[in-house]
Nanobody, 125 residues
Framework: QVQLVESGGGLVQAGDSLRLSCAAS????????MGWFRQAPGKEREFVAA????????LYADSVKGRFTFSRDNAKSTVYLVMNSLRPEDTAVYYC??????????????????WGQGTQVTVSS
């Protein structure tokens, strides 16, 4: 089992940057494919970024491509989401998630086995 704890959220202005972190417990972190999702008030949880095959190949939502960067440090059992050029529409609770089996379906929340509690990101205009 994996426990995930996100941090790094906050209130920023449009155009600013943030780095979210997700620290994982468990000795088998390196075997999990990881992803980031977000959920704004009144909206469904949506995909942000992932490494679906647990290797260097990355996948991004079109809305964040070129602005957000996913990375992971297996030695620290941590994944990161660097968010640049933030926009008010990026305001949401951001969640990291882990899935035991990689491959297709990384954009779907129901393919993930473990979730963190989320961290709030608010971008003011």
């Amino acid at each position: 089992q994996v426990q995930l704890v996100e941090s790094g959220g906050g209130l920023v202005q449009a155009g600013d940057s943030l780095r979210l972190s997700c620290a994982a417990s468990g000795r088998t972190f390196s075997t999990y494919a990881m992803g980031w999702f977000r959920q704004a008030p009144g909206k469904e949880r949506e995909f942000v970024a992932a490494n679906p095959w647990n290797d260097s190949r990355l996948l991004y939502a079109d809305s964040v491509k070129g602005r957000f960067t996913f990375s992971r440090d297996n030695a620290k059992s941590t994944v990161y989401l660097v968010m640049n050029s933030l926009r008010p529409e990026d305001t949401a609770v951001y969640y990291c998630a882990a899935r035991r089996f990689g491959g297709s379906g990384a954009e779907r929340p129901d393919t993930y086995d473990y979730w963190g509690q989320g961290t709030q990101v608010t971008v003011s205009s």
